[in-house]
């Protein structure tokens, strides 16, 4: 057998079922009972993708709500609706269980980036192993994993040796405003939890889990100069425009920042002219100038995304001290939007996917190692960092080309990460104090 051949055996050994030769009956019991469930939970998935749950769309969002929690209700969980009109969407759901034993918060989200204008609306199932659809693995295959491994916990009498909250927001894909009333029930849920799990597909690789997401904030840079005939641009009495100015500062922050690690800032889109204008919500701009005039206005537009909340300030800090370094006859001003938190590394967070790792390998699915953060964009848990003991997120399904009409699913990768997140829970019911 080739190298190459004997790799794609071993993956093949590896993803048909696990190697539970380092469990207990309780552990075997529950990584049977998920995969006795394999083609329930398909169904399952399948069934909610062909809900369109796009952000906007308020009332399809509900309808995936009302189908996780008619299934959480199956397990005894006290459910509840949050009404999203203070931030402007549909709302989220959330559901409570138990009185005793660790606080566990399970982190999903409902809402997708497909509109119901979006052509890509049906599950779709390409062989036994794989399906694409819109949602499917972002993260609608997520939340199919946190009801499948609670399904398993109460089939094998787990379930009541935890406190459990699951929060599945319905605006992930597109925020609603303001941000604190958005995640408001997701912050309580996180002062309350001694651990936060969430089932993002991170980099869509079942061998990983994320440890650390980097923050996300918008910025807008406005940029004034002194209109004149483009035959006097750069005399003492007009100075070089708005156009040039605002040039000046991206440069600057290029050279400046672009070499600090785990820091990022792309100015998405830009303007300039005699007159400018800017949509944020349609994120669409017009301009208006001639050759022969000096720029009087720039408007450039941004995201910032740093891994720790003093790596952002001191980005903001040295963005803004470029800014006010302005060239003659020029003025600007940078602003920042709401944003998500980072969800910075922690001992608790690695010493959690060490836990992880080793439920891996003793349920024969293999290590499981940290996603480099550069990989991993801003989700919900950033929401947790700094309230729960340990974090980890990127626990949902494998697939990959979310948010794209190629959007698709490793359907096996249902069964691994609903075994591995059961028999973790049941370790941590055991292991970590009741508070």
């Known amino acids: 057998m080739t190298r190459s051949a004997r790799a794609v055996f071993l993956l093949a050994l590896t993803l048909a079922g696990p190697l539970v030769a380092q469990t207990d009956r309780v552990e075997r019991d529950l990584v049977r009972a998920v995969t006795a469930r394999r083609n329930a939970a398909i169904a399952l998935l399948e069934r909610v993708v062909n809900i369109n749950s796009g952000s906007l769309n308020g009332p399809g969002v509900r309808a995936v709500a009302d189908v996780f929690r008619a299934e959480l209700d199956a397990l005894g969980f006290s459910t509840e609706w949050i009404d999203g009109s203070s931030f402007g969407r549909a709302g989220h759901l959330v559901a409570r269980r138990g009185t005793r034993g660790p606080r566990i918060l399970l982190i999903g989200h409902l809402d997708t980036v497909f509109e119901p204008d979006s052509p890509f609306q049906r599950f779709e199932r390409l062989s036994d192993s794989t399906a694409r659809g819109p949602g499917v693995v972002d993260m609608k295959g997520g939340d199919v994993v946190i009801v499948e491994t609670l399904r398993a916990l109460a ?191 922690t001992d608790g967070n690695r010493r959690l996917l060490a836990r992880l790792d080793q439920v891996s390998r003793d349920l024969g699915y293999g290590p499981v190692g940290a996603v480099d953060p550069r990989r991993a964009g801003a989700a919900d848990i950033s929401f947790t960092s700094g309230l729960v003991e340990m974090a980890l997120d990127g626990l949902g399904a494998g697939g990959g080309d979310d948010h794209t009409v190629r959007e698709w699913i490793d359907l096996r990768t249902l069964t691994i990460q609903a075994a591995r997140t059961a028999v973790l829970l049941r370790r941590l019911s055991r292991d970590l104090p009741s508070p």
């Open 155 to 345: 089939s094998a009498d787990a379930l009541d040796a935890l406190q459990i909250q699951v929060i599945l927001t319905g605006d992930e894909e597109r925020t609603g405003s303001p941000l604190a009333a958005a995640r408001d029930a997701l912050v309580r849920a996180a002062q309350w939890a001694n651990v936060a799990l969430a089932f993002e597909n991170g980099d869509s690789d079942y061998r990983t889990a994320v440890v650390a997401r980097r923050g996300s904030t918008s910025w807008t840079l406005r940029v004034s100069g002194r209109s004149a005939h483009s035959s006097q641009i750069f005399q003492e009495q007009v100075g070089p425009g708005a156009v040039f100015e605002a040039a000046r500062i991206l440069d600057r922050w290029r050279t400046e920042l672009s070499a600090e690690p785990n820091l990022t800032f792309n100015p998405g889109a830009i303007v300039g002219g005699s007159e400018v204008s800017w949509d944020s919500s349609l994120a669409r701009g017009t301009a208006f100038g001639k050759n022969n005039v000096v720029a009087e206005y720039a408007l450039v537009t941004g995201d910032l995304r740093a891994l720790s909340l003093e790596q952002h300030a001191g980005a903001q800090a040295a963005m803004q001290a470029v800014v006010a370094a302005s060239l003659p006859h020029t003025a600007a001003e940078l602003t920042f939007d709401e944003s998500y938190p980072p969800f910075a590394p």
